[in-house]
């Protein structure tokens, strides 16, 4: 075999083995649906349970970067507390090594079959079920003939002065063996691959334990380089957590070094006749080990973190702080984040709604600069959001999700006209404090009363996009239409006032201002509360 049918050989392995895996894990996150997007969230103060949670999560998503990357984003969105996020990251540890497990068994022989039937359902199958199961099939497949086409390709790099050279140098050097492993993973960003490539090279005959084990340990904390990125342009504590993540496996490592020769022993004992096997219990068991032993320690670690990167003084974010563009890799996940950006957006207006009354009816110009602030940040969202909805829409997503995202497009829509309609409101509070004009007092109350109601709206409309209640969206249309009735009333009161010059002019014209934006704002959170009602359609068709 060539040098030149050597690297494309491994390169080609990789790829499938790296495609495999994608299709694989992406088929599994369908699968799981909406308990994989919500599972992260509920985790409690327990980490015990943090690991348990980690790990599963992990081993469905094939990825302890993509795992770690999503507690970033929660920590970062404040949706978990650091504490909580040591279990996760730990689990995540221990659930990036069952890809490691499962490569380790020679499967390459049964690969061609898992395709085969694996690619006929997917183009047959109709219930999407069925295809997301076809999908696990063929990943499974493609990523076993990728471990195959690796290992029979590495198989003669052995005859190689250059390689065996090292190989020796590694296996005298554990601390450059560290080193490869952390260089291997940081630029593949996937520990798995890593390993992968281990287990092939432990199956072409090409490297002992002696050589493995340092690289396994390097490949854990090059996995970390993901979750610190993502940690970059995330706020304090969300960078404490890829720190934390970072520190967990170097501790790890250091701790480990020193003992390389007893756990090469250990492993050796367990399955004699297998390196690849070796390979694989080798990183579980580091990982297991190590969460034990930090486990109960890991507040101290917390203490370190928040001693290196201390609190800087919060402030409210002017962009969207759930939104992570890495966890469009889990389209799921990114669905639910969607969501709860926009359940933001809608409470950012509704408060803005409520600061502007309070201004028009009680001049306050340091409220009168938080409205303008505060729809400065809407705007933002706005942007934000469809942005995130544009790259979403491009993935892969269960029928439900998209509807979902769909619905979010429209919805953050009138949300900005909300914000707009509160924004009108205050220029109505500014002219009627530089002009001095007072409301009779039945335009007062009438308007206190229409604010209310409307209010009422808003709440129970955002209630019904969280939760997806029908019964939400026929109480909001209800209200629309008292809404409607309230202000058809009060306008032939303000009329009857006018022509009875019990109101002068101006005054009567800022009321008929006030009653439509009022009763735009019941329009639009009608259209919210009732948007999962009306037929949706591809994103990308109506984003263009």
């Given at each position: 075999?060539?040098?030149?049918?050597?690297?494309?050989?491994?390169?080609?392995?990789?790829?499938?083995?790296?495609?495999?895996?994608?299709?694989?894990?992406?088929?599994?996150?369908?699968?799981?649906?909406?308990?994989?997007?919500?599972?992260?969230?509920?985790?409690?103060?327990?980490?015990?349970?943090?690991?348990?949670?980690?790990?599963?999560?992990?081993?469905?998503?094939?990825?302890?970067?993509?795992?770690?990357?999503?507690?970033?984003?929660?920590?970062?969105?404040?949706?978990?507390?650091?504490?909580?996020?040591?279990?996760?990251?730990?689990?995540s540890n221990i659930g990036t090594t069952i890809t490691a497990q499962m490569v380790?068994?020679?499967?390459?022989?049964?690969?061609?079959?898992?395709?085969?039937?694996?690619?006929?359902?997917?183009?047959?199958?109709?219930?999407?079920?069925?295809?997301?199961?076809?999908?696990?099939?063929?990943?499974?497949?493609?990523?076993?003939?990728?471990?195959?086409?690796?290992?029979?390709?590495?198989?003669?790099?052995?005859?190689?002065?250059?390689?065996?050279?090292?190989?020796?140098?590694?296996?005298?050097?554990?601390?450059?063996?560290?080193?490869?492993?952390?260089?291997?993973?940081?630029?593949l960003q996937s520990s798995s691959a890593t390993t992968g490539i281990l287990v092939?090279?432990?199956?072409?005959?090409?490297?002992?334990?002696?050589?493995?084990?340092?690289?396994?340990?390097?490949?854990?904390?090059?996995?970390?380089?993901?979750?610190?990125?993502?940690?970059?342009?995330?706020?304090?504590?969300?960078?404490?957590?890829?720190?934390?993540?970072?520190?967990?496996?170097?501790?790890?490592?250091?701790?480990?070094?020193?003992?390389?020769?007893?756990?090469?022993?250990?492993?050796?004992?367990?399955?004699?006749?297998?390196?690849?096997?070796?390979?694989?219990?080798?990183?579980?068991?580091?990982?297991?080990?190590?969460?034990?032993?930090?486990?109960?320690?890991?507040?101290?670690?917390?203490?370190?973190?928040?001693?290196?990167?201390?609190?800087?003084?919060?402030?409210?974010?002017?962009?969207?702080?759930?939104?992570?563009?890495?966890?469009?890799?889990?389209?799921?996940?990114?669905?639910?984040?969607?969501?709860?950006?926009?359940?933001?957006?809608?409470?950012?207006?509704?408060?803005?709604?409520?600061?502007?009354?309070?201004v028009f009816l009680n001049w306050n110009e340091e409220k009168m600069k938080k409205?303008?602030?505060?729809?400065?940040?809407?705007?933002?969202?706005?942007?934000?959001?469809?942005?995130?909805?544009?790259?979403?829409?491009?993935?892969?997503?269960?029928?439900?999700?998209?509807?979902?995202?769909?619905?979010?497009?429209?919805?953050?829509?009138?949300?900005?006209?909300?914000?707009?309609?509160?924004?009108?409101?205050?220029?109505?509070?500014?002219?009627?404090?530089?002009?001095?004009?007072?409301?009779?007092?039945?335009?007062?109350?009438?308007?206190?009363?229409?604010?209310?109601?409307?209010?009422?709206?808003?709440?129970?409309?955002?209630?019904?996009?969280?939760?997806?209640?029908?019964?939400?969206?026929?109480?909001?249309?209800?209200?629309?239409?008292?809404?409607?009735?309230?202000?058809?009333?009060?306008?032939?009161?303000?009329?009857?006032?006018?022509?009875?010059?019990?109101?002068?002019?101006?005054?009567?014209?800022?009321?008929?201002?006030?009653?439509?934006?009022?009763?735009?704002?019941?329009?639009?959170?009608?259209?919210?509360?009732?948007?999962?009602?009306?037929?949706?359609?591809?994103?990308?068709?109506?984003?263009?």
């Amino acid at each position: 075999m060539s040098s030149f049918e050597i690297v494309t050989g491994i390169f080609g392995g990789l790829g499938l083995f790296l495609y495999g895996m994608k299709l694989m894990s992406d088929g599994l996150e369908n699968v799981a649906g909406e308990k994989l997007k919500g599972i992260l969230e509920k985790i409690t103060s327990n980490k015990v349970i943090g690991v348990l949670v980690g790990t599963i999560v992990t081993a469905i998503i094939q990825s302890s970067s993509a795992t770690t990357v999503m507690v970033v984003s929660f920590v970062n969105a404040g949706l978990m507390t650091l504490t909580q996020a040591t279990g996760v990251i730990l689990g995540s540890n221990i659930g990036t090594t069952i890809t490691a497990q499962m490569v380790s068994f020679n499967l390459e022989v049964i690969a061609p079959i898992f395709i085969g039937v694996g690619a006929i359902v997917m183009m047959s199958a109709k219930k999407k079920r069925i295809k997301d199961l076809a999908y696990i099939a063929l990943g499974f497949g493609i990523l076993f003939m990728g471990m195959g086409l690796m290992s029979s390709s590495l198989k003669p790099i052995s005859n190689l002065q250059i390689f065996n050279d090292f190989i020796s140098v590694i296996g005298k050097n554990h601390f450059l063996g560290v080193l490869v492993g952390l260089t291997m993973t940081a630029i593949l960003q996937s520990s798995s691959a890593t390993t992968g490539i281990l287990v092939a090279l432990a199956n072409s005959g090409n490297i002992d334990m002696n050589v493995a084990f340092p690289i396994i340990l390097g490949c854990n904390i090059g996995t970390c380089v993901t979750a610190i990125l993502a940690g970059l342009t995330a706020n304090r504590t969300a960078k404490k957590a890829a720190l934390l993540h970072l520190l967990f496996n170097i501790f790890g490592t250091v701790l480990f070094l020193p003992f390389s020769d007893k756990v090469v022993t250990f492993v050796n004992y367990l399955t004699p006749d297998n390196v690849a096997r070796q390979v694989a219990n080798a990183h579980t068991i580091f990982n297991v080990v190590i969460t034990i032993f930090i486990l109960p320690i890991s507040k101290y670690f917390v203490m370190l973190v928040n001693h290196i990167l201390p609190d800087d003084e919060g402030k409210e974010s002017c962009g969207a702080i759930y939104l992570d563009k890495k966890l469009l890799e889990t389209p799921i996940v990114a669905s639910g984040q969607v969501i709860k950006e926009t359940i933001r957006m809608a409470n950012k207006a509704k408060n803005n709604l409520e600061l502007a009354m309070e201004v028009f009816l009680n001049w306050n110009e340091e409220k009168m600069k938080k409205v303008y602030a505060n729809e400065s940040i809407i705007n933002t969202l706005e942007r934000d959001i469809t942005e995130y909805l544009i790259e979403l829409s491009q993935h892969n997503l269960p029928e439900e999700n998209a509807k979902l995202v769909s619905q979010a497009y429209h919805t953050i829509n009138d949300i900005e006209r909300i914000g707009d309609h509160a924004e009108n409101i205050v220029e109505l509070a500014i002219q009627k404090y530089e002009n001095d004009i007072t409301l009779s007092n039945e335009g007062d109350k009438e308007v206190r009363q229409l604010f209310e109601v409307t209010l009422k709206s808003i709440s129970i409309a955002i209630e019904a996009f969280e939760s997806n209640e029908i019964n939400n969206g026929d109480e909001v249309e209800k209200i629309e239409e008292e809404i409607d009735s309230l202000e058809k009333q009060f306008r032939e009161n303000n009329i009857n006032r006018l022509s009875a010059k019990t109101c002068l002019a101006d005054a009567g014209i800022m009321f008929f201002d006030l009653l439509s934006n009022l009763e735009r704002i019941g329009d639009h959170a009608n259209n919210i509360a009732t948007a999962k009602e009306k037929p949706t359609h591809k994103l990308h068709t109506e984003l263009c």
